[in-house]
Structure formats: C-alpha cells, structure tokens
C-alpha cells in the first residue's frame, strides 16, 4: 500500500506542477480547488486508493494526511528546481546572445578596417 501512496502522491504533484491540472480545468471551462492544489489532490486520491484497497479508516486517513504533507515538500522541491533551471537557462541565454553579438560587432569592425 505504501509504495502505491507514494506513486500516487508523485503521480498528483507533477499533474498539478505540470500543468496538466490548469489544461483540464480550462478545456472543460470550471475551476476547482482540488485539482489546482497539489495538496488537496493528494489527499483525496490516497484517501480513496487506501479506501478502495480496504484499509482501516484511521489507517486511510493517516496515510493521506502524510502524502499530503509529503506532496507539499515535494511541489516546494519542484519549485526550487524549476527556479534552477530558469536562471541556468537565462544564463546560457545570455552568454549566447553576448556572444552573437560580440562577434558581429568583431566581423564588422574588420570589415571597415579592411576598407580603410
């Protein structure tokens, strides 16, 4: 049961940090909070997987209460990742673009010391 909780809670936190949660709720045109919150989503679905594979209701509701606190680390630890990337790729963005330009300003200046 636990290795499929902690798929399951994976499984929410990337459909919601994704975007696969905000593509859904805009084609079908309605707002919902449990599929806009990692949290809220990992909630409900590991309470209804250990519900369906006929846990304790103290066990379903402890186990779903601790995805939910794991599901938030690991949207903070997407965050974070995320944030990563993009000031890595702004970075090389940058570096290339400097780098574009510096060489055109360099073909053009030989090519007016050559007509010179």
Request: aromatic letters at 10%; charged letters at 15%; one cysteine or more.
């Amino acid at each position: 049961m636990y290795r499929e909780a902690a798929a399951l809670t994976t499984a929410c936190v990337l459909f919601v940090q994704m975007g696969l949660a905000d593509a859904i709720q805009a084609r079908l045109h309605f707002r919902s909070v449990l599929l806009s919150c990692p949290k809220c989503c990992t909630f409900w679905s590991v309470l209804l997987l250990s519900m369906l594979q006929r846990q304790s209701p103290v066990q379903c509701v402890a186990a779903s209460f601790i995805c939910s606190y794991a599901a938030l680390w690991l949207a903070l630890l997407y965050d974070c990742l995320a944030t990563l990337y993009n000031r890595i790729y702004d970075k090389i963005t940058q570096q290339t673009d400097t780098e574009d330009s510096g060489g055109a300003d360099d073909s053009e200046a030989g090519a007016a010391d050559a007509v010179s």
